[in-house]
């Protein structure tokens, strides 16, 4: 992080770009973010990015992987508004809502579907499309902004609701790749990068906000 900083600090932003595989896209995140929150908006591409959470996106029926997602959705909205009280309607506090801040920022995700690592990323980006179709986009919006586990922790009086550590992998605005070719099921080969390095790869890349 201090690299990062005194590497934006002396350019003031220009040319700096963000890059990173697994762990190290997770690194990548994590500064982008805090940049991010202090005005730098750093172009940056993350290849198998890690979202902490159970792999629903490996579920193939979609109707069962569909209503999971819809009740974990109206589960955290409603533990987010116990939590967090009215606050999250007051303007203020959405002028420093760290959603608020990091919508403007558009991270590069590249994501394998038969990656378990990764692959949560294309229902969390998917799912809040298909809700706000649903005409229900406000409660997806609320419980994005928060992982079941900081919303339980905060309830035990484990952390503060605004913790970042447990929400790492959540932000609102990407642009999303996904690698199309179903005939790479091998965990290494999903998880890998040298799937990316093929300039002929066949994908699909949408942009979410």
């Known amino acids: 992080m201090h690299c990062?900083?005194?590497?934006v600090a002396?350019?003031?932003?220009?040319?700096?770009?963000l890059a990173g595989h697994s762990q190290g896209s997770a690194m990548a995140l994590l500064a982008g973010k805090n940049m991010t929150k202090m005005g730098y908006f750093l172009e940056t591409y993350l290849f198998n990015p890690p979202f902490f959470?159970?792999?629903?996106?490996?579920?193939?029926?979609?109707?069962?992987?569909?209503?999971?997602?819809?009740?974990?959705?109206?589960?955290?909205?409603?533990?987010?508004?116990?939590?967090?009280?009215c606050q999250q309607h007051n303007n203020e506090a959405q002028a420093h809502n760290p959603f608020v801040v990091l919508s403007s920022w558009f991270p590069h995700l590249?994501?394998?579907?038969?990656?378990?690592?990764?692959?949560?990323?294309?229902?969390y980006f998917?799912?809040?499309?298909?809700?706000?179709?649903?005409?229900v986009?406000?409660?997806?919006?609320?419980?994005?902004?928060?992982?079941?586990r900081s919303l339980i922790s905060s309830v035990l009086g484990m952390n503060s609701?605004?913790?970042?550590?447990?929400?790492?992998?959540l932000f609102p605005s990407a642009y999303l790749t996904i690698n199309k070719d179903g005939q790479i099921s091998d965990f290494k080969k999903a998880h890998g990068l040298h799937q990316w390095w093929n300039p002929s790869f066949h994908c699909e890349t949408m942009p979410y906000t």
């Open 4 to 7: 990062v900083q005194n590497t």
């Open 137 to 148: 986009g406000k409660l997806e919006r609320l419980a994005t902004k928060n992982s079941t």
């Open 126 to 135: 998917k799912h809040r499309k298909k809700m706000e179709k649903f005409g």
């Open 161 to 169: 609701a605004n913790s970042e550590a447990p929400r790492l992998h």
């Open 110 to 123: 590249f994501v394998n579907p038969n990656d378990p690592i990764c692959s949560e990323y294309i229902g």
């Open 53 to 85: 959470s159970v792999p629903i996106e490996a579920i193939k029926n979609e109707k069962v992987k569909l209503g999971i997602r819809i009740t974990s959705s109206v589960f955290k909205a409603g533990l987010s508004l116990a939590v967090n009280g």
């Open 10 to 17: 002396m350019s003031k932003g220009a040319s700096v770009w």
